[in-house]
C-alpha cells in the first residue's frame, strides 16, 4: 500500500517536472514524502532541458535542491555566474557563486570586480561594504574609507565622516578634521 502510495506520488512529481511546475512538484514531494533518489531521474530531465534552454540558475538551483551530483550543480552555477559577471551583476554573482559553493577564487574574483565597479562610479559606501562582506585585503577596505570620508568631508557631513573615520581607523589627522567641523 505505501509503496503504491510512492509511486503514485513519484509518477504526479514527474508530470510537474515535466511541465516546469518546480513549486509544484516540491509540494508533491513534500505532501507524499517522496525521498530524492525516487526522483532523480525525472530531475535530471529537467536539469538536462533547462541546460539546454540555457537557464542555468534553474538548472543549477535543482541540482542543489534534489541532490543531483555535485559536479552537475558547479557546472550549472559556473555558467549562471558567468552570466552574471558578463551582465555587471558583480555583488549579485559573488553573492550567488558563495551560495552555490564555487571555488572561493571565483567568489574573490566577482567581489573584487563588484568593489572595482563600485569605485569606479562613486558608490564607495558600497564598495566598503563589499571590501568587508568578501574578507578582501585590507587595502581595499581602506581606499574605500578614505574615498567615502572625503566624499562626507566635501559634502558637509562630518559626523559621517568621523563615524568612518573611526570604523576603519583611518589615520588620527582625519578623525581630528571632522570633529574640529562638528565643534
Request: hydrophobic residues 45%; without cysteine; aromatic residues 10%.
Given at each position: 500500500?505505501?509503496?503504491?502510495?510512492?509511486?503514485?506520488?513519484?509518477?504526479?512529481?514527474?508530470?510537474?517536472?515535466?511541465q516546469?511546475?518546480?513549486?509544484?512538484?516540491?509540494?508533491?514531494?513534500?505532501?507524499?514524502?517522496?525521498?530524492?533518489?525516487?526522483?532523480?531521474e525525472?530531475?535530471?530531465?529537467?536539469?538536462?532541458?533547462?541546460?539546454?534552454?540555457?537557464?542555468?540558475?534553474i538548472?543549477?538551483?535543482?541540482?542543489?535542491?534534489?541532490?543531483?551530483?555535485?559536479?552537475?550543480?558547479?557546472?550549472?552555477?559556473?555558467?549562471?555566474?558567468?552570466?552574471?559577471?558578463?551582465?555587471?551583476?558583480?555583488?549579485?554573482?559573488?553573492?550567488?557563486?558563495?551560495?552555490?559553493?564555487?571555488?572561493?577564487?571565483?567568489?574573490?574574483?566577482?567581489?573584487?570586480?563588484?568593489?572595482?565597479?563600485?569605485?569606479?562610479?562613486?558608490?564607495?559606501?558600497?564598495?566598503?561594504?563589499?571590501?568587508?562582506?568578501?574578507?578582501?585585503?585590507?587595502?581595499?577596505?581602506?581606499?574605500?574609507?578614505?574615498?567615502?570620508?572625503?566624499?562626507?568631508?566635501?559634502?558637509?557631513?562630518?559626523?559621517k565622516?568621523?563615524?568612518?573615520?573611526?570604523?576603519?581607523?583611518?589615520?588620527?589627522?582625519m578623525?581630528?578634521?571632522?570633529?574640529?567641523?562638528?565643534?
Amino acid at each position: 500500500m505505501a509503496d503504491s502510495k510512492l509511486a503514485e506520488g513519484a509518477k504526479l512529481f514527474a508530470a510537474k517536472m515535466n511541465q516546469g511546475a518546480y513549486q509544484e512538484a516540491a509540494k508533491i514531494k513534500s505532501d507524499f514524502g517522496l525521498p530524492n533518489d525516487m526522483l532523480l531521474e525525472a530531475v535530471r530531465k529537467a536539469y538536462d532541458d533547462n541546460v539546454r534552454k540555457g537557464d542555468y540558475s534553474i538548472a543549477a538551483d535543482l541540482a542543489k535542491k534534489y541532490d543531483l551530483p555535485a559536479d552537475l550543480r558547479l557546472a550549472a552555477a559556473q555558467r549562471s555566474f558567468d552570466r552574471k559577471i558578463d551582465s555587471e551583476f558583480y555583488h549579485v554573482a559573488a553573492d550567488y557563486a558563495k551560495e552555490y559553493g564555487l571555488p572561493e577564487d571565483v567568489v574573490r574574483q566577482a567581489a573584487v570586480q563588484a568593489f572595482n565597479k563600485s569605485m569606479s562610479v562613486g558608490l564607495v559606501k558600497n564598495a566598503a561594504e563589499i571590501a568587508e562582506e568578501f574578507e578582501l585585503p585590507p587595502e581595499m577596505k581602506l581606499q574605500a574609507a578614505m574615498k567615502s570620508y572625503e566624499q562626507y568631508m566635501q559634502a558637509g557631513l562630518y559626523r559621517k565622516a568621523l563615524k568612518i573615520a573611526k570604523k576603519y581607523d583611518l589615520p588620527e589627522k582625519m578623525v581630528q578634521a571632522a570633529e574640529k567641523k562638528i565643534s
